[in-house]
C-alpha cells in the first residue's frame, strides 16, 4: 500500500537539517487559531444561555430546537474527532465507529432508562419494553445501572474493552487497510443484529427512548438541556485540545509513521502494534463518550445506530473537513449534518443524491477536505498557522498540501524517536 | 391451500365425473341401503340430513354413492308419508331401501339441498375420493383430510389405508388415520395406531405421540394405559431419527442453495476485488440493478410478447449482464479509474456511489419493492423423505450458479481477455510494457464484475424481494465470503461461499437464524486474525 501513495522524496533535503531539527515546541496553537477557537466557543457557549434566558420574544432568542441540534452536532463533532485519530493520523479506516459510539449511548442509555422509574406507561419497576417482552426481573447486565456513575464506567470501559481486544488479535496479526475497514463493518453489523434482538437485552427494534429525568432532573427542561450542552461543548473543547497535544507529541509522530510507512517503522525496531492499540482504544472510547453524551440530548438510542451506513457516514463527516487535521472533523461533522437537516427537512428525495455526490467529490476532488482547500487558498507557509496538518507541522520546505504519506513526516519521526532512545 | 375456492369446484367436478361412471357401474346391481341410513334425509331437520349424508359419505358403498350424486342433483324426492324416493332420468322413481321402481306419487317434495347441504356433500364427497382408482385424486383427498378430518369419516380412512397401496397417499392416510385413532377410548386402537405411526416420517405426528409417551409438566401421563404409551414412545423414536435425517438432509440442501445465492453475489466481487483489488461498495447495487433489469423485462414481455412470458427469465439473464456492466464500465471510467493505488478512497467513493443508484433506483421504481413473479417452470417443488421440499427455483438457482462459475473460470483461464486480466493482476508494468492495453482491460475486468453482479441479481429476484435495499443487505455477506475464501482466488471464493452456506443452515436450527449470522460474523473476524490471507492464500514474499 505504501508504495501505491503519492510520495514526495525529500529525503536528501531533510538529511541537512537533521542537526537542526527538534525545534523548541512551538505552541500548541497559533496566536489567531487560539483567539478563534475562543471566540467559536464563546460563541457557541452564548447558545443555550439565550435560549435559557432570554424571553421567546426577544430577537436574541434562540430556540430550543437550534439547542438541540448544535448539541447533536457536537456530539458527532467529537465522533468525528476520533475517527480522525485513527484514520487522519494513524491511517486505520475504521468503518465500525457507530458501535462504539452507540455503545456508549446505550451505557448512558440504560441508567436513563432505570431513571423513568414507575412513571411509563406500565407503571413497573421494568422499563416499558421489559414489561412488554415479559421480563420479571433485570437480566444480570443491567445491575447497578441504577447508579450514575456505574453507567458511566460503562461509558468508558464497554467500548474501550471491546476496542483494546479487537484491536490487540486485528493489529496482532498486522491486518490493516481495507481488510481492517471490511472487518469492522461486519462487527458493527453484527453488533446491530444483535441488538436488534429481543431477547438481547435492550428493547429490540425500538432501544431506549422515553427518558424522564437525568440525575434528579427533568431531561426535557431548558435548563438541563442548556447543561447538557455545556457539558458537550467543553468535552468539545478538551478533546480538540487533549487530541491537538497528543499528536503533537512524539507519540503522536509515531501515530503518523505508521500511517506513512508501517514496516519502515517496524524495521527500526518499533512495535506498532501497542501505537496503533492505544489511539484505537482512545478512539472508541471518546466515541462512547459521543455517544453518551447524545442520548440524553437527542433522547432515543436504537440498533439503527450501528447500521454500517452510519459509520461510512462518520468517516465523510471527516473526509469533508478534512482528514489528518483536527479542526476539519469538527467542521466535517457540522457541514454535512447541517446539509442532512436542511436537505431531509425540505427535499427529502435529494439528500441521498447529495450524500453521495458529497463521497464522490470530496475523494475525487478534495483529499484533504475543506481544511485542504481553505489551505490551498491561504497558501501560508509558517510552520503553524493551521491546526494540526502533520504535513505542515514537519517541514516547512513542502507545501501546505503535501499528499498523506509525506515520507518526511515518518523519517522525522522516527528519527527523532530514535535518537532520543539511544 | 392458498385458493379453497377454485380447488373445491375441482374437486366436486372430478367427483361428479366419478359419480356418474360409479353409478353406470352400480345400476344393475343396486343393493338396498339401510332404511336408517335413508329415513332421515326425509325429515325436515337439518342435523338429521347432515348427519345421513355424513355416513353415506362414509358408508362409500356405490348405492351411497349414488344417492348422494342424486341428492346433489336434487333429484331425491320426499313423499308425503316421508318415504325417500330418487328419481332416474326417465322420471321413474326407485326407493333406494326397497330398489322398488314405482311412479312418483303426487305430493312429494324435493328435497332442496341448501349451502350446510352442499357442504355436508362436499365433506362426504372428499372422503369418497379416497378410493378413487387414480392415484393422484387419493393423494390430493389424503392430503386435504390431513387438516380437516372428522371422527365420523374414520370407518372410511381405515378402510381406504387397508387398500391404499401408493406410498404417498398411504403415508397421509396413516397419519390421519392414526390421529384419529389415537383419540379414540378403545386402548387396543390407540396402540394400533401408535404402532403404525412408527412408519411416518412426519415432524406433526412428533407431539402426537409424544403427549402419549411422556408425562406433562406435573408428571401425569395423559394415557392411562402402560402398553399403549410404551408403543408411542417406540414409535416415537423411530420417528424421530427419521425426521432427524430428513432435517439433516433438508439443511445440507438449503446450505448448499444459500451457497449458490452468496456465491452469485460474491463472484462479481471475487473479480473486481479479488483480481483488481478495487473495494466496489457499490457491489450490492449493481446486484440490484440486475434484479430491477429482471423486473424490467419482464414488464416488457407482460406487454408485448404475453405468449412468451414464462420464458422472460431467459432473456433477462444477458440484459442483466449487459446493463450491469455497462454500468461498472462507466463507473470505472468516471470514478475508480481515478482512485487506483487508494483502496480507501474508492472504498468512499463507491460508497457514495451506492447511494446515488439506490435513490435513483427509488426515483424511477419507488421505494415500494417490485413484483418479479417466478415462471411455472420454476416455482413449486419436489418432496423428498418425507416433508423436505426442495424448491425448483432454488434447484435451478444452484444449477446457474455453478454454470456461471464455470463460464468465468473459462473466461478467465481460457480466453485473451482472461490472459491479459491475469497479466494486469500479476504485474501491470510488464504487461504494460510487451502492450497489454491496460486501461481497457481494467475497463473490461470491472465490467466483468458488475457484469456477474447483474446475473446474481436475476437469480435473487427468483428468491426475494426486489426493492431499493436489495443489495445492502448482501454487500456485508459477499465481502465476507471473498475476504474468508482468500483474495484472488476463484477456488477459495467458492469453498468459503459452501462452506459459509452450510455452517449457516446448520446453526440456524441450534441458534436461530439472528444470532447464527452473529456467530458466524465474529467466527470470521476472529478466523481472519488468525489467517489474515484467508482460506486460500497466494504463497508470496512481499512484505505489503
Redesign the interface.
Known amino acids: 500500500m505504501d508504495a501505491s501513495l503519492p510520495m514526495t522524496k525529500e529525503s536528501s533535503g531533510m538529511k541537512t537539517r537533521t542537526k537542526s531539527y527538534a525545534p523548541p515546541r512551538p505552541a500548541l496553537f497559533s496566536k489567531p487559531v487560539w483567539t478563534g477557537l475562543v471566540a467559536t466557543v464563546i460563541v457557541l457557549a452564548l447558545v443555550p444561555i439565550l435560549n435559557v434566558f432570554v424571553p421567546p420574544d426577544s430577537a436574541l432568542h434562540v430556540s430550543s430546537y437550534a439547542v438541540a441540534l448544535l448539541g447533536k452536532f457536537m456530539c458527532y463533532a467529537i465522533a468525528a474527532l476520533a475517527l480522525d485519530l485513527v484514520w487522519g493520523y494513524t491511517g486505520i479506516l475504521s468503518l465500525g465507529h457507530g458501535m462504539f459510539f452507540a455503545l456508549g449511548g446505550y451505557a448512558h442509555g440504560m441508567y436513563l432508562m432505570r431513571a423513568i422509574g414507575r412513571e411509563g406507561a406500565y407503571h413497573s419497576d421494568l422499563p416499558d419494553f421489559m414489561v412488554f417482552l415479559d421480563y420479571k426481573a433485570y437480566p444480570w447486565f443491567w445491575s447497578f445501572t441504577e447508579h450514575w456513575w456505574y453507567c458511566m464506567l460503562l461509558v468508558v470501559f464497554v467500548p474501550g474493552i471491546l476496542a483494546f481486544v479487537f484491536g490487540y488479535f486485528a493489529f496482532r496479526s498486522r491486518i490493516k487497510g481495507v481488510y481492517f475497514s471490511i472487518i469492522t463493518q461486519a462487527l458493527t453489523f453484527a453488533a446491530m443484529l444483535l441488538f436488534f434482538r429481543n431477547a438481547t437485552g435492550f428493547g429490540g427494534n425500538n432501544g431506549f427512548t422515553d427518558f424522564k429525568r437525568i440525575l434528579g432532573f427533568p431531561i426535557t427542561a431548558g435548563s438541563t438541556r442548556a447543561v447538557l450542552y455545556l457539558v458537550t461543548l467543553a468535552f468539545l473543547f478538551a478533546t480538540l485540545i487533549g487530541a491537538r497535544m497528543l499528536v503533537r507529541s512524539k507519540f503522536g509522530r509515531v501515530l503518523t509513521a505508521v500511517r506513512d510507512a508501517e514496516s519502515r517503522l517496524m524495521f527500526v525496531g518499533y512495535d506498532q502494534l501497542w501505537f496503533k492499540l492505544f489511539v484505537w482504544t482512545l478512539s472508541a472510547v471518546l466515541c462512547g463518550i459521543a455517544g453518551a453524551l447524545y442520548v440524553p440530548q437527542v433522547g432515543i438510542i436504537n440498533p439503527g445506530e450501528m447500521s454500517p451506513p452510519n459509520s461510512i457516514e462518520m468517516v465523510i463527516w471527516v473526509a469533508t473537513g478534512g482528514r489528518g487535521t483536527l479542526i476539519g472533523p469538527i467542521i466535517g461533522a457540522g457541514v454535512v449534518n447541517g446539509l442532512k437537516t436542511f436537505l431531509t427537512t425540505t427535499f427529502p428525495e435529494v439528500w441521498l443524491y447529495a450524500l453521495g455526490l458529497v463521497f464522490v467529490l470530496v475523494t475525487l476532488f478534495l483529499p484533504q477536505g475543506i481544511v485542504g482547500l481553505f489551505r490551498k487558498l491561504m497558501k501560508k507557509k509558517t510552520e503553524d498557522a493551521f491546526i494540526g496538518g502533520p504535513a505542515a507541522a514537519a517541514s516547512s520546505s513542502t507545501p501546505p498540501l503535501a499528499p498523506l504519506g509525506d515520507e518526511t513526516v515518518a523519517e522525522a519521526a522516527v528519527r527523532d524517536a530514535v535518537g532520543s532512545e539511544s | 391451500m392458498k385458493s379453497p375456492t377454485p380447488y373445491r369446484w375441482i374437486v366436486r367436478l372430478r367427483c361428479l365425473a366419478l359419480c356418474v361412471a360409479w353409478t353406470m357401474f352400480a345400476m344393475p346391481a343396486m343393493a338396498a341401503l339401510d332404511a336408517d341410513l335413508v329415513k332421515p334425509l326425509g325429515s325436515d331437520d337439518s342435523d338429521q340430513k347432515v348427519a345421513a349424508i355424513a355416513k353415506l359419505g362414509t358408508l362409500a358403498t356405490p348405492e351411497a354413492i349414488a344417492l348422494l350424486k342424486a341428492l346433489r342433483d336434487e333429484t331425491v324426492y320426499v313423499t308425503a308419508e316421508g318415504r325417500v324416493l330418487v328419481v332416474d332420468a326417465d322420471s321413474n322413481a326407485v326407493d333406494p331401501i326397497t330398489d322398488e321402481k314405482l311412479a312418483l306419487p303426487d305430493g312429494s317434495d324435493n328435497i332442496v339441498i341448501n349451502n350446510r347441504l352442499r357442504g355436508a356433500l362436499d365433506a362426504a364427497d372428499s372422503g369418497l375420493q379416497l378410493l378413487s382408482p387414480e392415484v393422484a385424486k387419493r393423494r390430493a383427498a389424503a392430503h386435504a383430510l390431513e387438516q380437516e378430518a372428522d371422527p365420523a369419516q374414520l370407518p372410511l380412512l381405515q378402510r381406504a389405508l387397508a387398500k391404499e397401496t401408493d406410498a404417498e397417499a398411504r403415508e397421509s392416510l396413516v397419519l390421519t388415520t392414526s390421529a384419529l385413532e389415537l383419540k379414540s377410548p378403545d386402548p387396543a386402537l390407540r396402540r394400533t395406531a401408535a404402532e403404525r405411526l412408527s412408519e411416518s416420517s412426519s415432524a406433526s405426528v412428533r407431539p402426537l405421540l409424544a403427549a402419549l409417551a411422556e408425562p406433562d409438566a406435573q408428571g401425569h401421563y395423559a394415557e392411562p394405559d402402560p402398553q399403549v404409551r410404551s408403543a408411542a414412545a417406540i414409535s416415537l423414536r423411530a420417528v424421530n431419527g427419521r425426521v432427524t435425517r430428513a432435517e439433516y438432509l433438508g439443511n445440507a440442501f438449503y446450505g448448499i442453495s444459500l451457497a449458490s445465492i452468496l456465491l452469485l453475489a460474491a463472484l462479481g466481487l471475487a473479480i473486481t476485488f479479488g483480481l483488481m483489488g478495487i473495494?466496489n461498495?457499490a457491489h450490492g447495487e449493481l446486484l440490484m440493478i440486475g434484479a430491477y433489469s429482471t423486473y424490467l423485462v419482464q414488464s416488457v414481455f407482460r406487454q408485448f410478447f404475453p405468449a412468451a412470458i414464462e420464458w422472460y427469465l431467459l432473456a433477462a439473464v444477458p440484459v442483466a449482464f449487459i446493463v450491469a456492466s455497462l454500468i461498472g464500465m462507466a463507473l470505472e471510467r468516471s470514478?475508480i479509474r481515478?482512485?487506483?493505488?487508494?483502496?480507501?478512497?474508492?472504498?468512499?467513493?463507491t460508497?457514495?456511489?451506492?447511494?446515488?443508484l439506490?435513490?435513483?433506483v427509488?426515483?424511477l421504481f419507488g421505494a415500494q419493492n417490485v413484483e418479479v413473479s417466478n415462471p411455472a417452470w420454476m416455482s413449486g417443488g419436489i418432496t423428498i423423505m418425507g416433508g423436505v421440499v426442495v424448491a425448483w427455483n432454488r434447484i435451478m438457482i444452484i444449477g446457474f450458479a455453478a454454470l456461471v462459475l464455470l463460464l468465468v473460470w473459462i473466461l478467465l483461464n481460457r480466453t485473451r481477455l482472461g490472459l491479459f486480466v491475469r497479466a494486469v493482476t500479476q504485474n501491470r508494468r510488464m504487461a504494460d510494457c510487451v502492450g497489454v492495453p491496460t486501461g481497457r482491460v481494467d475497463m473490461l475486468t470491472f465490467g466483468l464484475g458488475s457484469g456477474i453482479a447483474g446475473l446474481g441479481g436475476v437469480a435473487l429476484s427468483q428468491l426475494g424481494n426486489v426493492g431499493p435495499d436489495l443489495g445492502?443487505s448482501y454487500?456485508?455477506d459477499s465481502?465476507?465470503v471473498v475476504?474468508l475464501g482468500g483474495v484472488g482466488q476463484l477456488a477459495g471464493t467458492v469453498i468459503a461461499a459452501i462452506g459459509l452456506g452450510e455452517v449457516n443452515k446448520f446453526l440456524e436450527p441450534v441458534a436461530g437464524a439472528?444470532?447464527g449470522?452473529?456467530i458466524i460474523?465474529?467466527v470470521?473476524?476472529?478466523f481472519?486474525?488468525?489467517r489474515?490471507q484467508g482460506l486460500f492464500a497466494l504463497k508470496g514474499r512481499s512484505?505489503?
Not at chain 2, 460508497?351 to 446515488?356: A, E, K, R
Open positions: 473495494i461498495m470514478v481515478w482512485l487506483y493505488g487508494r483502496p480507501l478512497e474508492t472504498l468512499l467513493a460508497w457514495g456511489i451506492s447511494l446515488i439506490q435513490q435513483a427509488r426515483s445492502q454487500i456485508v465481502f465476507m475476504v439472528v444470532l449470522k452473529i460474523l465474529v470470521i473476524v476472529l481472519i486474525q488468525k489474515p512484505v505489503d
